[in-house]
């Protein structure tokens, strides 16, 4: 069999894995790859920063549910992957991540560009290889598609020093694999399904909470169809956004810190949660002394690391979500529950999301109900972090699964413009709009370049409330309206668009709100609007730090 470098070997593993876009960024140590990249079948995609490369096949990877792959240089390239890798490993989303290395021979020598990125990325991948002979290139891509989307999904990365890229190898990509301890699959035990039947069968006040896990299993209609027969409300959580229709009467929203009231009431009164794929964050349970005191916990996971970690579970069901789902389905009765009903839809009618709108200034929670209205609840919503992340969750109905991308668990600033970049390249048909703030635009303002270049149509809304909103609303809440380093100036964001070549427009008036949106969702192509909103807006309700869920102030 003819032999082939390691460079090739990256692009023909790469085609079996039906990779169709790679984002990264070149450097010394990945030059052979770049080189065959020249005239690869699939998308390169040049972004303007390591960060953005990984963000964006974030993106990618959790609007389409395919693996994001990215790539970088060693070094300062590596290292800027790094908030990348902590924020998709936080949210378990499936990526792959090459980093350039310095040659075999110069490890551990302090090269120039050289980091020791296994050691600094262990804590924050599923797993991660560095390559020491061309001969286990393909194999080690063939098993990181494989860990990183099986399972609980996750980040795998794989530092493949220079030479090994050049080396000469016969390229045959495995068939199978051999993972002698790993063992993402799980038979579902049958005693403990219909032990949590029994228990669902004979509550009555259960919820359902549901979270990224149902979505990363594909739970939707399956989820929808156990809560239709059993009659129980589901909850969703920031990352479960979309697994249940938010129209849906059985709906409850999100809860937590800035959940909506009826949410976080049902889970204090509840005697029963059926947690599925939810990690129970801390922002979800705030105080957890008096987290659902009188619940008991069914707990449906991928991950056995999560049962009872946060919160002690009766019953654990390990497995894949939809499929857990699928298998209690059949025993569950069909159930009335209607006085807890009531006391859900007397919650919901009277603790809606609501904000003052009698002021003359934009409020930001308009712009989401207006972008709401004129997509039909239909577009995919990529988010910063802050207060805007806060409203986008809470203003916009999400029906559908991976329409809501955002960086929950590490809550990474910059994570939206990029991701959205991705988004878009995943889902070239669909309504891709970036919601954003001032501060957390100007993280990764650079990529504006690569949506420019590959002309994507992505819909950038800025919040802009010239500050860091979420501190300065603590700041105001907490601090005595100290606003130490969060009021911003802010350059000309108009301007600065249309100098990549992106039509813009600033809005100031409410009144023109509506018409400059609609002009925006029509407009074919990229797209800018720097929207000014009501400066001292607040995210409520708030669940201030170290109080239980139910002692909720303001909203
Ligand atoms: C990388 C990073 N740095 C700092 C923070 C802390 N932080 C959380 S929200 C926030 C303010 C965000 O401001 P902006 O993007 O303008 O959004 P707004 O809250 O005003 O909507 C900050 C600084 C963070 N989440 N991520």
């Not at 693996?67 to 800027?80: K, M, Q």
């Not at 120039?112 to 393909?138: C, S, W």
């Not at 690569?450 to 603590?474: A, E, F, H």
């Not at 074919?524 to 869920?549: H, R, S, T, Y």
Request: with cysteine; glycine share 8%.
């Amino acid at each position: 069999m003819a032999k082939i470098s390691g460079a090739e070997i990256f692009i023909e593993s790469l085609k079996k894995e039906n990779v169709e876009v790679l984002f990264g960024y070149p450097g010394g140590a990945v030059i052979p790859i770049y080189d065959k990249l020249y005239d690869a079948p699939f998308k390169n995609v040049l972004t303007r920063h390591e960060q953005g490369a990984i963000h964006a096949a974030d993106g990618y990877a959790r609007s389409t549910g395919k693996v994001g792959v990215c790539i970088s240089t060693s070094g300062p390239g590596a290292t800027n992957l790094v908030t990348g890798l902590a924020t998709a490993y936080m949210d378990s989303v499936p990526m792959v991540a090459f980093s350039g290395q310095v040659s075999s021979s110069l490890l551990g020598k302090d090269a120039f560009q050289e980091a020791d990125v296994r050691g600094i990325t262990m804590p924050i991948t599923k797993h991660n290889y560095l390559v020491t002979d061309v001969k286990d290139l393909a194999r080690i891509i063939k098993e990181a598609f494989y860990i990183a989307s099986s399972g609980r999904p996750g980040p795998v990365l794989i530092d493949l020093p220079v030479d090994i890229t050049k080396e000469l190898a016969e390229f045959e990509y495995p068939e199978s694999i051999d993972l002698p301890g790993y063992n993402p699959e799980y038979n579902i035990d049958k005693d403990k399904l219909s032990e949590a039947a029994e228990l669902i069968n004979s509550s009555k006040k259960a919820v359902i909470f549901a979270g990224g896990g149902a979505i990363s299993s594909g739970a939707g209609n399956v989820l929808e169809a156990f809560a239709k027969k059993s009659r129980i409300p589901v909850i969703t959580s920031l990352m479960g956004l979309g697994a249940f229709p938010e129209d849906n009467e059985l709906s409850l929203g999100m809860p937590g810190m800035h959940g909506c009231r009826s949410a976080n009431y049902a889970l204090t009164e509840s005697d029963l949660i059926i947690a599925v794929g939810v990690r129970f964050d801390d922002r979800v349970t705030g105080k957890l002394d008096t987290f659902a005191p009188n619940a008991k916990v069914i707990h449906i996971d991928i991950d056995p690391a999560e049962i009872s970690k946060n919160v002690d579970a009766l019953i654990p069901l390990i497995g894949d979500a939809k499929e857990v789902l699928e298998g209690l389905s059949p025993l569950i009765k069909e159930s009335k529950k209607e006085a807890w009903i009531t006391q859900i839809c007397e919650w919901k009618t009277n603790n809606p999301y609501k904000y003052d709108d009698d002021s003359n200034e934009i409020k930001p929670q308009y712009v989401i109900e207006e972008l709401n209205r004129l997509t039909d609840g239909k577009a995919v919503i990529v988010t910063e972090v802050g207060q805007n992340q806060m409203w986008a969750a809470q203003y916009y109905n999400y029906s559908v699964p991976r329409n809501f991308l955002s960086s929950g668990g590490l809550g990474t600033m910059g994570y939206g413009l990029p991701a959205a970049l991705g988004a878009q390249l995943g889902r070239k048909d669909d309504v891709v709009i970036d919601i954003s703030g001032d501060g957390s635009f100007q993280m990764n303002v650079q990529e504006l370049a690569t949506i420019k270049n590959y002309n994507l149509p992505v819909k950038i809304i800025i919040l802009n409330n010239s500050s860091l909103g979420m501190v300065r609303q603590w700041q105001e809440l907490f601090f005595e309206k100290r606003y130490s380093s969060t009021i911003l100036e802010n350059p000309d964001f108009v301007k600065l668009a249309e100098a990549y070549g992106i039509y813009a427009a600033r809005i100031e008036d409410a009144k023109e709100l509506s018409k400059a949106l609609e002009d925006a969702l029509n407009h074919d192509g990229p797209v800018l609007m720097d929207i000014k909103v009501a400066q001292e807006e607040n995210v409520f309700p708030m669940v201030p730090a170290g109080k239980g869920i139910q002692e909720m102030i303001g909203g």
